[in-house]
Each structure stands twice: as structure tokens, then as C-alpha cells.
């Protein structure tokens, strides 16, 4: 049965003449003009019946040819192939995304201030980036050579760390080096300790891994290493600033972790998230500059740049260094040239050096006057260091219903509740002073202290 079809060519459209006829032909399959079996015209006859050349219309079936529409008999002529044609998909009607709540002030921890002019070290790194070429084929999986150098040097000179470019895995950031490292060296049904209140990403990794997780408890100085059992294979710990009640390990009770993972073989997760901001003393000494071969150090840019960076850095004995970068040589995921050159140049030029010492400036007056501010209302912890304090509340007020009251009033804050899991302890507010403008942060601590005031009447 041959097929005769109202097909248009239109000289003027724009579009070749062989790809039009094409396309007609195959909107007459998907709507069932044309069925399986039927005879389409000879080119010839096509040719003539659209006054075209013989060339265009063979050029089009030998497209439709190509893609399986049709098929060509010896002797018999050109047909419709069976191709099964499917409807065309309905256009998925999703509701529209919700509008960012553009008058929300953000209380939330861990997210730096931006300064919306980039200033001149910042674009001194990216002109550097543009003027380079890129590498010829895939990059080193641990990361840029000349990076894992510099480096090297910045976690020796500022977190105390000695160790080479061989010790060093450039990741996109704490996180992705965690769920790495977990995923190569740990086995589904393993067991880790984690802080509790914790990190919850730090959990949620253990979680999608499978992993057993055992609540640490902590207290004013951090992880209570005595709780400890001899069977945990490997403990995710935040010594420098505890997250989110920011104590700090002291010597004593380092060395007594360092010993307690020596004697049982343990591996140390260090999340060294916030250190470079510490406003009482120097930063203190990194958990991973007392053994290497125990201790895996995780280092960011979220805190000091951007969180948009994705960028950061693993730590670790060479051993462990090379297993994590042969896994990703084989999924193919790290961090992009661009972003790693781009650290380079900023590492070379003392940029991030610089941003340190000025957020450090600021990140001390914004501590300063949110800790004054909340005082009368609670019991103010972690103040010594980092991008959040933590104000501990009379047990009687329900931190959730104050995070909701304040959200409700304009101002994003996180109940400490959130953070805790099996281990109790006090209600409380883990509060961010860093993200928003020193304006906007003036008025949400005057909206907080409002609702603030409110709950303790309550009581």
C-alpha cells in the first residue's frame, strides 16, 4: 500500500528542504497518518509530485533511513518500519518555584559575608585563569600539581600540619571529602562515632553509607573521648571549634584521643571547617599535626571565600591519598581546572591570606555585639571562635517554637534541638552573625531579642 501525503516544502522557512520533508514524514508516523508497512512514493515520484530535486528527496529518506524510520526492500520499494510510535509526552505542569522570602534576615551558621563588589585580589585570580589555556586532556584526580603544592605549604604554615603535596586531595569541600573518603574506606554496616549534637551533613553522610553511627556525647570542651569504645573503627570529630556548642580539645585530651586511635587502629575524621577565625588566641594546632597516619584533616573555602567556591582539601597519609585519588581517576569526580587555577592564584598572590585577616576584623565586632546583645537571655557559648555563638536557653522555653516564632517574625535562627539526636541537653539557638549586612544583622537581633522576650514570659 503506498502512502500518498499532503507534504509541504517551504523555500522560505530557513530550514533545509531534506530535513523538512524528513520531519513531515515522521510527524505522519507519530500521529498514525503513516502505519508499519506502509509503501512510501519512490524518490522519483516524490521528487516530481514536490517539485524538487531527486537528490533532496533521497537525501531525506537516506535520514529517515539512518534514524529507523523506514526500510528498503529490494524489488519492493521504500516502507514504514515498526518503530512502536509513542504519543507525545504532555508537558509536565509543575507549580511555579516559590518565591525566595526576599525580606527573610538569615541567623543561620557557617555562611560567610560576600561583599557585593569583588575587590581587586579577587579578579586578579580569575584575569590570571582567563589568560591560561586549559590542560590538554584530563587533569591529575587528586588535583593540580602545582595546587597540591601550595597547599602543602598553607595547611603547614597555618594549621601546623607537616606533610607534602602527596598528602593533599583537593576536593569541593568538606562534605564531598567526607562521603568520599567514607565511601572508599568504609564498608556498609561499619561503625562511626560522631558528635552528638553533631554535624548533621556529617550524619546524613554516615547515613546514606550505610554506616552504624554511635553518639559521642560532648561537653564544654568537646568530644568526651572517654565515651569511646575500643570497637569504633573510625570517629568524625570537630576539635578546633566543636559543632555546634563550640568547645575547643584541649592538649590533654588530643593526645588522649590520638593514643585511644594508636591503640585501637582507628581512623580520626578532623573537620577543620572554621578554624582560621578564633579571636581570643592564634588558631590552634591542628588534631592532624600529631599523626597523619591516624588522622584524616578536611579543610574548606566555605567558610573564608564562598560555599559557591566548592572547594576545599583532604589531608591524609599518602597511602590514603593515592586509594581515594585512584577511585576518582575512575568516576571522574573532582573539582574543574578552572576553580583549582583559580585557588592557585589566589593562594601565590596571599589573597586568601588577606580576606582571612579582614573577615577575622569583622567576624570579631559582629561576635561582639550579637553576644552583648543576647546575654540577657541565655547563657552565650562558642563565642571564642568561628561564625556562630550558641545561646543556651532556660529548659522550660521550646527552641523549635522560638525558631518558628522568630522565622514568623522575619528572621531565619536554628533551634540547637535540630542538632541533637540521642544525647540530651539544654534547649538552645545556634545563631550566625556572619552572612547578613552589619545593618541587617542589627535589626534581626532586635527582632530576636523581641521574641526572646516573649517566650521567657511564658515560662
Known amino acids: 500500500m503506498e502512502s500518498s501525503l499532503p507534504l509541504v516544502i517551504d523555500r522560505a522557512a530557513g530550514q533545509a528542504l531534506h530535513l523538512q520533508l524528513a520531519e513531515q514524514i515522521r510527524a505522519a508516523v507519530l500521529d498514525g497518518r503513516l502505519q508499519a508497512g506502509h509503501r512510501l512514493p519512490s524518490t522519483r515520484d516524490l521528487a516530481r509530485q514536490l517539485a524538487i530535486s531527486r537528490a533532496v528527496a533521497q537525501s531525506a529518506y537516506d535520514q529517515l533511513h539512518a534514524e529507523g524510520w523506514i526500510e528498503g526492500r529490494t524489488g519492493a520499494g521504500t516502507f514504514i518500519t515498526d518503530v512502536g510510535p509513542l504519543r507525545p509526552a504532555e508537558p509536565r505542569r509543575t507549580a511555579s518555584p516559590p518565591e525566595p522570602e526576599r525580606s527573610l534576615l538569615t541567623l543561620r551558621p557557617g555562611i560567610p559575608y560576600i561583599d557585593p563588589t569583588p575587590d581587586p585580589g579577587w579578579r586578579r585570580a580569575w584575569r590570571e585563569v582567563s589568560s591560561q589555556s586549559p590542560p590538554r586532556g584530563y587533569d591529575d584526580a587528586a588535583g593540580l600539581p602545582a595546587l597540591r603544592v601550595a597547599l602543602a605549604e598553607h595547611v603547614g604554615r597555618v594549621r601546623g600540619i607537616a606533610c607534602g603535596p602527596e598528602n593533599i586531595l583537593v576536593t569541593n569541600g568538606t562534605v564531598h571529602g567526607l562521603r568520599l573518603l567514607l565511601g572508599v574506606t568504609r564498608e556498609p554496616g561499619d561503625r562511626i562515632a560522631i558528635e552528638d549534637p553533631g554535624y548533621l551533613n556529617a550524619v546524613a553522610a554516615a547515613q546514606d553509607h550505610r554506616l552504624e553511627i554511635v553518639d559521642i556525647p560532648v561537653d564544654r570542651d568537646g568530644l568526651q573521648v572517654s565515651a569511646l569504645t575500643d570497637d569504633l573503627p573510625a570517629v568524625y570529630v570537630t576539635p578546633s571549634h566543636q559543632y555546634p556548642l563550640g568547645g575547643r580539645l584541649p592538649v590533654a585530651r588530643r593526645n588522649e584521643l590520638i593514643r585511644w586511635a594508636r591503640r585501637t587502629g582507628a581512623m580520626l575524621i578532623e573537620d577543620d571547617y572554621d578554624s582560621e577565625f578564633r579571636f581570643d588566641v592564634a588558631p590552634l594546632p591542628a588534631l592532624a599535626q600529631l599523626d597523619l597516619d591516624r588522622v584524616v584533616h578536611l579543610g574548606t573555602l566555605s567558610k573564608t571565600l564562598s560555599p559557591a ?28 581546572w578552572p576553580m583549582q587555577a583559580a585557588l592557585l592564584a589566589m593562594l601565590r598572590d596571599g589573597y586568601l591570606d588577606q580576606a582571612i585577616r579582614k573577615h577575622r576584623r569583622r567576624y570579631a565586632e559582629r561576635r561582639t555585639r550579637t553576644c552583648s546583645v543576647l546575654a540577657p537571655y541565655g547563657r552565650v557559648i562558642g563565642q571564642d571562635a568561628g561564625l556562630h555563638i550558641t545561646l543556651l536557653l532556660s529548659n522550660h522555653i521550646d527552641d523549635r517554637e522560638v525558631s518558628a516564632a522568630a522565622r514568623e517574625a522575619g528572621v531565619a535562627v536554628g533551634p540547637l534541638s535540630d542538632y541533637r539526636r540521642t544525647v540530651s541537653g539544654p534547649p538552645g539557638l545556634v545563631i550566625g552573625y556572619a552572612t547578613p549586612t552589619t545593618d541587617d544583622l542589627h535589626r534581626a537581633l532586635e527582632i530576636l531579642t523581641e521574641v526572646l522576650l516573649r517566650a521567657g514570659s511564658k515560662g
Not at 590514603?320 to 575512575?330: E, K
Open 309 to 336: 567556591l566548592r572547594l576545599g582539601w583532604l589531608v591524609a597519609s599518602e597511602a590514603t591519598v593515592v586509594q581515594l585519588a585512584d577511585f576518582r581517576a575512575n568516576s571522574g569526580d573532582w573539582p574543574g
